[in-house]
């Protein structure tokens, strides 16, 4: 039985890359770039949802009853607003559940308000089923007696759903565009490393070496470019992003990170994912012709 | 010696028949048990292939309209040794080309061995092009491997086991005389001795046909007679050897089975050289 030595092939294709040293280092350069950008892209978007997500309290309504209303009263509004069609839970906190609450969070304001004096009036929260029923549901709300006034920050809600999803767009669509540029690049490269090699490649068909022989390192170049770049993109992720995350948190508080080391295995998987696949389709694509014989 | 040849193929031939009856009888192990037996002696050994070349009405144009061959009728029985001469643009190397599989026939059938050539598969044509050893007018060495490492390339790109190789490559170097020119690099040795590299590396994987297409068009009299000597000896050790050559001198010196190519046909076909 005939084995092939695999050494061969890794051997071959290094020696490819290195004759062509620049078009191997504009190769990488670009699918680093590429990689650097999507992730940081990425890593955005990420950052952004974590964040928005903390605001999901927007999608809820809050409804004030009268100061003065009664525990029974209050429960059952609470019931009647349970009943309609477009909620899917309610929470009630009365006035005095309030302002204990209040008191803990800040005691210099709060500490001295006894609950003979409570200012406040019982909420119901609603979290709502769908958010096309909201205004309906507000008009609904409005009809019922004991309300006192109602917070609805829908509009505030759709926007950020606007803006989380046309991030998205930006972001797929310069995905789309790099990973092109990427292949671009990967494909030239190649037909550089197939042109120079030519002659023994002819030299290799007379001699009755097999496509899968003749262009196993080809592929390999490829490979060798997407994982120099993926790991070398990735450490420059790493370092940017530790940089932006200690220059922004400590200036702005409200903005939370999620951590690197939440990210780093999947920042890894995917740029190697990218990074491998983008070189196999670029040299592939550059070596249809010799995979036929 | 023309009645020796018909005679030798037609025995092939019946080898050829009974092994056809053979399998589409479905006896398969009783081909080998017995259908070779008591033919083995007259050449027909179950796993080395008779190496007839055959081309029938064979017709080539080029996309670009010119029409090469015309309707070629050829036949090479195996361990021949064949010139094929003519005139420049006559259709010789485009025969080689049809032979290698470099080219596609436009129509007619060709046969080399057990493989309708004229019929494989593009995943077939490596496996094909094993039994061929192929020589160029050009060398066609890799100039930055040294004559060793040539050599012993063309046993890498089959897959042969390094050992098998470090065992070959001196063996097939001695064959051709270049035991003393292992660690050289193309360019530091002359034209003949290039030539006989590339002979070396054309025998690497032991192929049944050596096919040589102008191979002293680039090297000065002396030395062509060398690499002639070489492929006569090569022949001699059961080898096919088709060389293309229109050097009519070296022609009429070996006395050989001589093809003439003229305006796409085979013009002569004849035994003892050009002009007699
Ligand atoms: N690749 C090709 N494309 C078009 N025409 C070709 C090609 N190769 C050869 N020819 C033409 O076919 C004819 C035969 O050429 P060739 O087989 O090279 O002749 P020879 O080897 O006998 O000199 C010539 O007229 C030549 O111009
Ligand atoms: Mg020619």
């Not at chain 1, 309610?90 to 006894?114: F, H, M, R, W």
């Not at chain 2, 015309?70 to 080689?96: P, Y």
Request: proline residues 3%; hydrophobic residues 45%; charged residues 20%.
């Amino acid at each position: 039985m005939r084995r092939y030595n695999p050494f061969y092939f890794v051997l071959e294709s290094l020696k490819g890359l290195k004759r062509n040293g620049v078009m191997t280092f504009a190769s990488v350069a670009v699918l680093l770039s590429c990689l650097v950008v999507m992730g940081g892209f990425a890593l955005m978007v990420y950052n952004i949802n974590f964040n928005l997500e903390k605001l999901d309290a927007l999608n809820e309504i809050v409804v004030f009853t009268e100061y003065d209303a009664s525990i029974e009263e209050i429960d059952e509004l609470a019931g009647q607003i349970a009943a309609l069609d477009n909620v899917e839970s309610t929470s009630t906190k009365y006035k005095e559940q309030i302002l204990a609450d209040l008191k803990e969070e800040n005691p210099d304001l709060y500490g001295d308000v006894t609950d003979e004096e409570n200012p406040l009036s019982a909420s119901i929260t609603i979290t709502y089923k769908s958010n096309e029923g909201v205004p309906e549901l507000d008009f609904q709300l409005r009809q019922l007696s004991g309300v006192r006034k109602i917070r609805n920050d829908l509009n505030v809600a759709t926007t950020i759903g606007n803006l989380k999803s046309g991030i998205m767009l930006v972001f797929i669509w310069f995905l789309v565009i790099l990973f092109v540029v990427s292949i671009f690049i990967i494909i030239n490269t190649i037909k550089l490393s197939v042109f120079s090699r030519r002659n023994e490649i002819g030299i290799m068909r007379y001699i009755g070496a097999t496509g899968w022989f003749i262009t196993l390192p080809f592929i390999f170049e490829g490979i060798i470019i997407g994982t120099v770049a993926a790991l070398g993109g990735y450490f420059l992720i790493r370092g940017a992003y530790s940089y932006v995350i200690a220059k922004v948190v400590s200036s702005i508080q409200i903005l939370s990170f999620i951590p690197m080391a939440d990210l780093s295995g999947l920042l890894l998987l995917a740029f190697f994912g990218i990074g491998i696949a983008t070189g196999v389709v670029g040299s592939s694509i550059s070596l249809g012709k010799y995979l036929k014989k | 010696m023309r009645m020796l040849h018909s005679l030798r193929s037609f025995e092939r031939r019946i080898c050829r028949l009974s092994e056809f009856l053979a399998v589409t009888s479905g006896a398969r192990r009783l081909r080998f048990r017995t259908g070779y037996t008591f033919l083995s002696e007259k050449g027909c050994a179950p796993q080395i292939p008779i190496f007839m070349i055959e081309f029938r009405n064979v017709k080539k144009s080029y996309p670009t309209g010119t029409v090469a061959l015309k309707g070629v009728n050829l036949h090479i029985d195996d361990g021949e040794f064949v010139f094929i001469v003519g005139q420049s643009g006559a259709g010789k190397t485009t025969l080689m080309k049809l032979l290698l599989c470099e080219e596609k026939a436009t129509s007619g059938t060709i046969i080399v061995g057990d493989t309708n050539v004229t019929r494989i598969t593009n995943r077939k044509i490596p496996y094909y092009r094993r039994k061929l050893g192929v020589v160029f007018q050009d060398f066609r060495l890799l100039p930055n491997k040294t004559v060793y490492e040539n050599v012993a390339f063309a046993m890498q790109v089959v897959g042969t086991p390094n050992k098998m190789i470090r065992r070959r490559v001196p063996a097939i170097l001695n064959t051709v005389n270049l035991a003393d020119k292992h660690n050289s690099f193309p360019n530091e040795i002359s034209g003949g001795e290039q030539q006989r590299v590339a002979l070396a590396r054309a025998l690497a994987n032991n192929p049944s046909v050596i096919i040589a297409d102008e191979p002293t068009g680039n090297i000065d009299p002396q030395m062509s007679l060398e690499i002639m000597n070489l492929l006569v000896k090569i022949n001699k050790l059961g080898k096919t050897v088709i060389v293309v050559t229109h050097e009519q001198s070296l022609v009429d010196y070996y006395k050989q089975r001589v093809i003439m190519i003229g305006d796409g046909v085979v013009a002569e076909d004849h035994v003892g050289g050009m002009f007699e």
